[in-house]
């Protein structure tokens, strides 16, 4: 593994600069979700994962709550995990099509998946301190992947947020739009694509479907060339 991102990530996992959300992952994991009861809970920030010469990146806002704050891995079973998973099957960037804990076998071709945010925020809303302490991991995660040609981001808030890191950074004036599948040239010559957040919520209401982000990925992997 680049030990950049290896010691990158034991950082990660041992960071408490957020009292609030250190004690919120303690809640969660001492309370459990009632279908999840007899597991032990990871209960700590959770780090990215995937290819380390990975040339595409997809970004979350944070962990969930019962998934992977739960597990110990980004996207790792929740319910917007399974779809996306399905997607990433489905275009080749994965070799199956769940990712449900930690050493099931998922390997990711050329991607690295992580969230802005490394720890879940009470109601999925950070504090803006929160999102700054945190945002020195997410800067440090872009600057190791040295080879990142495209960053999928998946919702608005993981977008937004991505593009304020990127402003702050680069002293940025440009206008950004969320609007799912459009994409901007960022300082860096990375590519940034905006897409809908695969939750549940966006899957019922077919604000998104398994053709569009298909597609989205497909295209992602055009521009990324693998």
């Known amino acids: 593994m680049n030990i950049k991102l290896k010691k990158l990530n034991k950082t990660i996992v041992k960071c408490k600069k957020c009292p ?56 790792t079973g929740d319910k917007s995990g399974d779809f996306l998973f399905k997607s990433l099957f489905t275009t080749k960037i994965s070799n ?20 802005i945010l490394k720890c879940v925020p009470p109601g999925d809303k950070p504090l803006n301190d929160e999102l700054i302490n945190c945002s020195n991991y997410f800067i440090k995660e872009l600057d190791s992947l040295k080879k990142l040609k495209v960053i999928v981001a998946l919702g608005k808030v993981a977008f937004d947020n991505c593009v304020k890191i990127y402003k702050k950074k680069y002293f940025l004036n440009q206008k950004f739009e969320f609007k799912h599948g459009k994409k901007y040239l960022l300082p860096d010559n990375r590519i940034l694509i905006a897409s809908y957040h695969p939750s549940p919520r966006n899957v019922n209401t077919k604000v998104i479907s398994a053709a569009m982000i298909n597609q989205l990925f497909r295209k992602a992997r055009i521009i990324s060339k693998f």
């Open 96 to 115: 199956q099509d769940f990712s449900k804990k930690k050493n099931d076998g998922l390997k990711l071709r050329s991607t690295y998946i992580t969230n």
């Open 20 to 75: 609030r959300l250190t004690n919120f992952i303690k809640k969660i994991s001492l309370e459990k979700r009632k279908q999840n009861i007899n597991e032990k809970y990871w209960g700590k920030p959770v780090t990215g994962f995937g290819d380390v010469n990975a040339k595409l990146m997809i970004i979350g806002l944070a962990p969930a709550a019962h998934g992977g704050t739960r597990t110990g891995r980004a996207f």
